[in-house]
């Protein structure tokens, strides 16, 4: 079939995968091909079972693949052959040298760049779908258009607002896309290019357009907005544990206020997933190496916050238990960073589940999707952990559980048949405040939410 344009998509990741997959379906005149360098993951995503859990997305998948959607490890070709390249690839927070702990380590980056102007043999567009540095693009087109063959490239910033487990939905029916790029005739040309892919299915209002490095920066503006409620939420439910003031009633209260809307307003053990920590410490190393260390220092205390709140988690659970939990089970449900997803990547529960080891608990790790890496998230904590998927078996014998995850299925458990396995007396602890706490109490658990009071039996 003779399709109107090549898609390339380097990086065949949480981003890559699902957003290649929207635009194949919605673009049947479109080839894509999605490339890593990791085989086992492209072998997944030409296999029977694909390598990552989204609702929705393996019928998305299964219809598209090899008509127009293509997962290949042969990057090199892929570069070829495209017209259009999307770099999808992982953008970790550097771990050695200048800007550790904080900066982006953007060497993949830079290789993908490198590898992109030796395989190809006319201009091509580029486009930074993982999120960066603002002026990232900068560097890249120098990388890029230095070269002696006379071949031009145009770095756009079209970063992903997806948020994983509801991947599909959110690219379907997205709030906005943004597509920055150069506000030269060329810069302009390429925009109008990506312009017409998201087109297809987007509303035209809803496409945003601006210039490259206010793209850029309104990626990681938008994950600090979002973290910032959620530690702002919780460290007020550090206040209301101590007033007898209800968590849940002050954010309904604040959150029917339309300048402040409900969204983002649930106190919980903290947030976790491989962004919004990443990107806020990046956003703090810029604003450092810009001299910006009053605003620098105001979003680190987002991430701050968000670390103390599970330490308090930890904390609460150690002094509820007579101080000790040594020896103790203590089951802790859920281990995703977020229900639908088995994404663990700077999940809350790896925080708990080390705290509670450290103080030699016997912590048994439940999750239905997340297991098999919890198993290699946790694998040095030895005999201090065991894995149980079925939530009944791995509260047998618990003096504790925790909710760390909001699975829908762990609001309709039995819990007569959980407190009747559980040592006396027993206590839950509701990390994500998904329970009936006050039904729960009258069963005869001790329960321990976020933002509440505690609903004790002594
Ligand atoms: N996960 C999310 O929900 C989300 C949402 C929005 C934006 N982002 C951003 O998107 C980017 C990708 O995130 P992700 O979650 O998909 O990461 P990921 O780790 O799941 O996927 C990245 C993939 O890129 C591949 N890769 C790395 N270098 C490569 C190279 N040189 N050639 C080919 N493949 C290469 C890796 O093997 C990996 O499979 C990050 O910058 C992230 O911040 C992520």
């Given at each position: 079939?003779?399709?109107?344009?090549?898609?390339?998509?380097?990086?065949?990741?949480?981003?890559?995968?699902?957003?290649?997959?929207?635009?194949?379906?919605?673009?049947?005149?479109?080839?894509?091909?999605?490339?890593?360098?990791?085989a086992?993951?492209?072998?997944?995503?030409?296999?029977?079972?694909?390598?990552?859990?989204?609702?929705?997305?393996?019928?998305?998948?299964?219809?598209?693949?090899?008509?127009?959607?293509?997962?290949?490890?042969?990057?090199?070709?892929?570069?070829?052959?495209?017209?259009?390249?999307?770099?999808?690839?992982?953008?970790?927070?550097?771990?050695?040298?200048?800007?550790?702990?904080?900066?982006?380590?953007?060497?993949?980056?830079?290789?993908?760049?490198?590898?992109?102007?030796?395989?190809?043999?006319?201009?091509?567009?580029?486009?930074?779908?993982?999120?960066?540095?603002?002026?990232?693009?900068?560097?890249?087109?120098?990388?890029?258009?230095?070269?002696?063959?006379?071949?031009?490239?145009?770095?756009?910033?079209?970063?992903?607002?997806?948020?994983?487990?509801?991947?599909?939905?959110?690219?379907?029916?997205?709030?906005?896309?943004?597509?920055?790029?150069?506000?030269?005739?060329?810069?302009?040309?390429?925009?109008?290019?990506?312009?017409?892919?998201?087109?297809?299915?987007v509303?035209?209002?809803?496409?945003?357009?601006?210039?490259?490095?206010?793209?850029?920066?309104?990626?990681?503006?938008?994950?600090?907005?979002?973290?910032?409620?959620?530690?702002?939420?919780?460290?007020?439910?550090?206040?209301?544990?101590?007033?007898?003031?209800?968590?849940?009633?002050?954010?309904?209260a604040?959150?029917?206020?339309?300048?402040?809307?409900?969204?983002?307003?649930?106190?919980?053990?903290?947030?976790?997933?491989?962004?919004?920590?990443?990107?806020?410490?990046?956003?703090?190393?810029?604003?450092?190496s810009?001299?910006?260390?009053?605003?620098?220092?105001?979003?680190?205390?987002?991430?701050?916050?968000?670390?103390?709140?599970?330490?308090?988690?930890?904390?609460?659970?150690l002094?509820?238990?007579?101080?000790?939990?040594?020896?103790?089970?203590?089951?802790l449900?859920?281990?995703a960073?977020?229900?639908?997803?088995?994404?663990?990547?700077?999940?809350?529960?790896?925080?708990?589940?080390?705290?509670?080891?450290?103080?030699?608990?016997?912590?048994?790790?439940?999750?239905?999707?997340?297991?098999?890496?919890?198993?290699?998230?946790?694998?040095?904590?030895?005999?201090?952990?065991?894995?149980?998927?079925?939530?009944?078996?791995?509260?047998?014998?618990?003096?504790?559980?925790?909710?760390?995850?909001?699975?829908?299925?762990?609001?309709?458990?039995?819990?007569?048949?959980?407190?009747?396995?559980?040592?006396?007396?027993?206590?839950?602890?509701?990390?994500?405040?998904?329970?009936?706490?006050?039904?729960?109490?009258?069963?005869?658990?001790?329960?321990?939410?976020?933002?509440?009071?505690?609903?004790s039996?002594f």
């Open positions: 079939m003779n399709f109107k344009k090549k898609i390339l998509c380097i990086g065949a990741g949480y981003v890559g995968g699902p957003t290649m997959a929207m635009i194949a379906r919605k673009c049947p005149d479109y080839k894509i091909t999605v490339v890593d360098i990791n086992a993951r492209i072998a997944a995503w030409n296999g029977p079972e694909i390598p990552i859990y989204e609702p929705g997305l393996e019928e998305v998948v299964r219809q598209q693949r090899n008509k127009n959607l293509f997962f290949s490890t042969d990057v090199d070709a892929g570069i070829r052959e495209a017209d259009i390249i999307f770099v999808a690839v992982n953008t970790p927070t550097k771990s050695f040298g200048e800007g550790a702990g904080k900066a982006a380590d953007l060497q993949y980056w830079e290789k993908t760049a490198r590898q992109i102007l030796a395989n190809s043999g006319k201009g091509k567009i580029i486009v930074e779908k993982s999120t960066l540095p603002v002026r990232t693009a900068e560097a890249m087109e120098r990388i890029l258009n230095s070269n002696d063959k006379g071949l031009h490239f145009e770095v756009l910033s079209n970063p992903e607002f997806l948020a994983e487990g509801t991947a599909i939905a959110d690219l379907e029916n997205p709030d906005r896309v943004l597509i920055g790029s150069r506000e030269t005739p060329e810069g302009l040309k390429a925009r109008q290019e990506v312009v017409d892919i998201y087109a297809h299915w509303p035209r209002k809803n496409i945003i357009e601006s210039n490259v490095w206010s793209a850029e920066l309104s990626k990681l503006v938008a994950n600090a907005f979002l973290a910032q409620r959620v530690s702002s939420i919780n460290s007020i439910s550090a206040l209301c544990e101590k007033t007898e003031a209800d968590v849940g009633e002050v954010a309904y604040i959150g029917t206020d339309s300048r402040i809307g409900p969204k983002f307003l649930k106190a919980s053990v903290g947030f976790g997933g491989s962004c919004f920590q990443k990107d806020i410490l990046n956003l703090v190393y810029i604003c450092q810009y001299g910006l260390t009053e605003v620098a220092d105001y979003w680190e205390s987002v991430v701050k916050l968000n670390q103390w709140q599970q330490q308090r988690f930890v904390q609460t659970i002094s509820s238990l007579f101080n000790t939990v040594a020896g103790k089970r203590i089951a449900l859920g281990f960073f977020k229900a639908d997803t088995g994404d663990t990547r700077e999940s809350p529960a790896i925080t708990v589940a080390r705290g509670l080891a450290e103080e030699h608990a016997q912590v048994v790790v439940s999750d239905p999707k997340a297991v098999p890496q919890a198993k290699i998230d946790l694998k040095d904590l030895g005999t201090f952990v065991e894995f149980e998927v079925d939530p009944y078996k791995a509260c047998e014998g618990a003096h504790a559980v925790a909710i760390l995850t909001e699975w829908k299925q762990y609001k309709d458990l039995d819990f007569d048949r959980i407190l009747a396995s559980m040592q006396a007396p027993a206590f839950l602890f509701d990390g994500r405040n998904i329970l009936d706490h006050k039904a729960l109490f009258d069963k005869g658990f001790n329960v321990f939410a976020i933002g509440k009071t505690p609903l039996h």
